[in-house]
């Protein structure tokens, strides 16, 4: 059937559905099992075991893969078929390759979590009540309600429009919102079919509705829509890499590139020192080559990007936790260097619950009544509660409790046509015939805005002309409430003698007979204040933005504590008489922007971004899109926002809550620090690695096989740099600065820590091995060592201490300047990692075949004895270290 072709009344019949009631829930679930859910088809996922050999197309991988081949088949040349080292090279590849597709699930499993937390709903006619579903359970035939800021969730044939506009662009590359309506569109003549984008009854799956409401029955869903003819299949959501991890891809691109040259050098340096000695003798080409492999292993951070991965998942599956739903891992870091936040009033600094406390009006009970008419929200009899957006709720209730339910009202005064609300006019209108045949119209809104366009009054005695003083009283009467944190909305009434020929609003409101004023209290969130304060104190400026009349919101500005007084606060109006460069120059000066229209927003953010700040917005309505959008952290409602905002942000909050913002930033700071804090670890094991490689290649003798780092950089120190990305938050994160968003992960002499780390491990690490050639020889001869005669003692011993300094150095790393015996709380995954490390150590150096395979000999005890004492050496040296630059960085600020 081709729905627009035919009356509302036929879809439905032909679709077996009711307007009024919908579907009931037994024949929902029917239909949902016969057609399946709505959704569009997801691309298949690629295999485990293709993911698992495509992490295998890495420079590193593919070079230890040639390394263990080389040295399999020279050893095969040789005689001796040793696959020790080759089983360890694949055994550790294998190991690469299985962190690789974890970490890769691991993100993919946080974004997927994140994104069936922020599914999109739908309001659904079932059984007659109206309830929220996730869109994915709509079936044909459903009922569904459409607001201004909605996702078209199905394609549906409209039912009943309030200038409900939708925009198609996705479908028809149109990017005018077109009206729609509920009549049957007649074929033009000649033609079979109507084009799509004239399909004026029809709404279609992956559109907005940018105005007004609406009532529709769904007509196709899931593969069945016209998105799902389109599409095909919905790709795979692919996440971009963050800049943190495109500059560590860089660092370990970089790194790889300069130690494929170095070891090139390295080599061919040997070959033309050996002469033609070497190319008759495969073994001592081999050792060369095998060191030239180590150089590259103890170079090369193998599982740094992994880590970054894992823990910024790990970061994300918190946040959630603490109800900040960030939808671009990106988020996590930039969250970290906010700056300023922008917030909206309504419902993320209070709490949405609006009360009418006060009336201003000479006949009230007929305000009250326009104020009840005039509002989509319900009266619920049974419950004795409003149901609807909390404004109107508040009217209605109102309305009750004066002995006017709205139930009652809706059955005796019928809704001819509307104006619906929206925040650039700050008004609504609702066009009515009354129970005496009246055509009577009632509009509510901003007082400023209703006054403006009032032209009488009504008074005790009847409606006479609106003088200035008249205004200038009702005026000082909505600046009493205000000043009382009371949000004010006033109500009007216009009287026709005919339907009105138009729905316009710049029509319908005008010349309007003024009625009176309601004043609300909406209690701001008791978690907000102390939120705002540990704002400031973490160097975050607080920005309040609202549509709301200045007074009120000067008045909860000041309890909050963002503003000292209405010398900081200024309105939308004001802010269009400014140029660009007077609004930069007093930017600082205010906290408070009231009145102003959606477009305000993202001048507020220009201008704080044309400063270099990190800015933060927050937003709800379909036009605050392009201001969350240009924000460097866009952020949705996830109660009251709608589709349109939610899809752009980069962060959801799930509460509306301002707190959860602070909270948010919070968690960015302590990822970015843990971050910083295991990268610091790896890489000071990594330069610790390429400087013993280095003296020792250089003076003439082996210290390590590249087995042997690749047991160091890929099993022991992974744990313990996984753990140390859960590191709680230290005690200052939200007492210092926020960090500059330009500086490099290496900022504030982070570069120089690993260097000096670098340079101490090498230090034990050297002095270790000669102690195990002393205790083997009773001497240190160095040309003993060269002919690798004593080196086996010495290579064990550097090992271990080379690991029990990692699972010591761990802990020093819980602080960059902090003493650990200052650390509070303790890391019980730190722990757990240093002991698997332990016992990962134990096993490789103790136990056979496999300490035989690394090249380990056993140890007498007071050798073992040296190499831990040596190891743990570490511990005291960074204390030293540690208190030296807490004395310089203190003489420095
Ligand atoms: P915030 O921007 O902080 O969320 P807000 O809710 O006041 O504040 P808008 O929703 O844009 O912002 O509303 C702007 C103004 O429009 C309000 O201050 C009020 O005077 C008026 N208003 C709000 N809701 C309605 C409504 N349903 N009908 C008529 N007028 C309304």
Redesign the pocket.
């Known amino acids: 059937m081709k729905e627009y072709l035919a009356t509302a009344v036929d879809v439905l019949d032909e679709l077996g559905s009711r307007e009024e009631s919908g579907l009931s829930a037994d024949e929902a679930a029917q239909r949902l099992a016969k057609d399946g859910p709505n959704k569009l088809d997801e691309e298949k996922k690629t295999p485990l075991w293709v993911r698992f050999f495509q992490q295998m197309a890495d420079p590193m991988v593919i070079m230890l893969l040639v390394a263990a081949a080389i040295s399999a088949i020279t050893s095969a040349v040789q005689g001796e078929m040793d696959i020790a080292e080759v089983a360890i090279i694949l055994f550790v590849v294998v190991i690469n390759s299985v962190l690789g597709v974890v970490q890769e699930a691991k993100s993919e499993e946080a974004l997927e979590a994140l994104q069936q937390m922020s599914a999109a709903q739908s309001r659904v006619v079932r059984d007659g009540k109206t309830v929220h579903l996730p869109s994915s359970e709509l079936v044909v035939g459903d009922v569904i309600l459409l607001e201004a800021g909605d996702s078209v969730p199905a394609d549906c044939r409209v039912l009943e429009s309030a200038s409900m506009k939708i925009e198609e662009a996705a479908l028809t590359g149109e990017s005018v919102p077109v009206e729609k309506h509920a009549n049957a569109i007649s074929l033009p003549a000649e033609s079979d079919d109507v084009a799509l984008g004239d399909r004026k009854n029809m709404c279609y799956m992956g559109s907005t509705v940018v105005y007004g409401r609406g009532r529709a029955v769904v007509a196709g869903t899931g593969m069945d829509t016209e998105m799902g003819k389109i599409a095909g299949a919905l790709s795979e959501a692919k996440e971009e890499l963050t800049p943190l991890q495109v500059k560590l891809a860089e660092l370990s691109r970089i790194l790889t590139i300069m130690v494929v040259i170095i070891c090139a050098v390295v080599f061919v340096v040997d070959l033309v020192r050996h002469g033609s000695a070497m190319l008759a003798q495969p073994k001592l080409i081999l050792d060369t080559f095998m060191v030239a492999v180590s150089l590259a292993v103890a170079a090369i951070p193998e599982g740094l990007v992994a880590v970054v991965t894992i823990v910024l998942s790990l970061g994300v599956t918190k946040m959630a936790k603490r109800q900040a739903i960030v939808r671009k891992l990106s988020a996590v870091e930039t969250l970290g260097c906010t700056q300023i936040i922008c917030s909206?009033?309504?419902?993320?600094l209070t709490q949405n619950k609006m009360t009418v406390v006060r009336h201003a009006a000479e006949d009230v009970e007929e305000h009250v009544r326009a104020m009840a008419l005039?509002?989509d929200a319900k009266w619920d009899v049974e419950a004795g509660v409003a149901v609807g957006?909390p404004?109107?709720a508040a009217l209605v209730a109102d309305a009750a409790k004066e002995g006017q339910p709205k139930s009652d009202l809706d059955d005796e005064y019928r809704r001819i046509d509307e104006a619906p609300?929206d925040?650039g006019r700050?008004?609504?209108s609702v066009v009515c015939e009354t129970p005496s045949d009246r055509i009577v119209q009632y509009t509510?809104?901003?007082?400023d805005e209703v006054l403006k366009r009032c032209t009488k009054i009504r008074q005790s005695d009847g409606v006479v002309e609106l003088t200035d003083e008249m205004r200038e009283e009702v005026l000082s009467q909505n600046k009493g409430m205000a000043d009382d944190a009371l949000?004010?909305?006033a109500s009007a009434e216009r009287a026709w003698d005919q339907v009105p020929s138009s729905n316009d609003a710049a029509f319908l409101e005008q010349d309007l007979t003024y009625l009176g004023l309601s004043g609300m209290i909406d209690p701001v969130r008791p978690e907000v204040g102390p939120a705002i304060k540990e704002a400031h104190e973490a160097g975050i400026s607080t920005i309040m933005?609202?549509?709301?009349?200045i007074d009120t919101a000067v008045a909860i500005a000041a309890t909050l504590g963002i503003i000292d007084d209405r010398s900081e606060a200024i309105t939308g109006a004001e802010l269009d008489r400014m140029s660009d460069e007077e609004f930069d120059r007093n930017l600082e000066r205010y906290g408070v922007y009231a009145r102003?229209q959606p477009e305000h927003k993202t001048r507020i953010v220009e201008a704080w971004k044309a400063r270099g700040q990190i800015v933060a917005m927050t937003g709800?309505?379909v036009n605050d899109a392009p201001s969350i959008k240009r924000a460097d952290i866009g952020v949705g409602m996830g109660i009251t926002g709608t589709d349109v905002t939610k899809n752009v942000a980069d962060m959801v909050l799930a509460d509306d809550n301002f707190a959860t913002i602070i909270g948010a930033v919070e968690e960015g700071r302590r990822i970015y620090d843990n971050i910083r804090k295991f990268i610091q670890f790896l890489l000071s094991a990594n330069l610790a690695e390429v400087f013993s490689v280095f003296i020792a290649t250089v003076i003439g003798f082996t210290i390590f096989q590249p087995v042997q780092l690749l047991w160091i950089n890929l099993i022991t120190d992974l744990f313990p740099a996984l753990a140390l990305g859960m590191e709680d938050a230290e005690g200052d994160v939200m007492k210092r600065k926020p960090r500059n968003a330009s500086d490099g992960v290496f900022a504030g002499g982070m570069g120089l820590d690993c260097v000096v780390q670098g340079l101490v491990i090498t230090a034990l690490v050297l002095a270790s091995f000669f102690v195990g050639v002393y205790f083997d020889m009773g001497y240190i001869h160095i040309a003993d060592m060269i002919a690798g005669n004593a080196d086996e003692e010495g290579v064990t011993m550097a090992f271990i201490t080379l690991s029990m300094v990692e699972i010591f150095h761990c802990f020093n790393m819980r602080s960059r300047r902090a003493s650990l015996f200052t650390m509070k709380k303790q890391n019980k995954w730190l722990w757990a990692a240093a002991l698997l490390a332990l016992v990962l150590t134990v096993v490789v150096v103790e136990v056979d075949p496999l300490a035989q395979m690394f090249g380990f000999v056993p140890l007498p005890g007071e050798a073992m004895a040296w190499a831990l004492v040596l190891a743990f050496l570490i511990i005291p040296l960074m204390e030293v270290y540690k208190a030296i630059m807490r004395r310089v960085e203190k003489d420095q600020s």
């Not at 509510?444 to 007082?447: E, H, L, M, T, V």
């Not at 933005?545 to 009349?549: E, L, M, N, Q, R």
């Open positions: 909206d009033k309504t419902g993320t005039c509002s957006e404004t109107e609300f925040s700050k008004m609504m509510k809104g901003a007082p949000r004010v909305l933005i609202t549509g709301d009349h102003v709800d309505g």
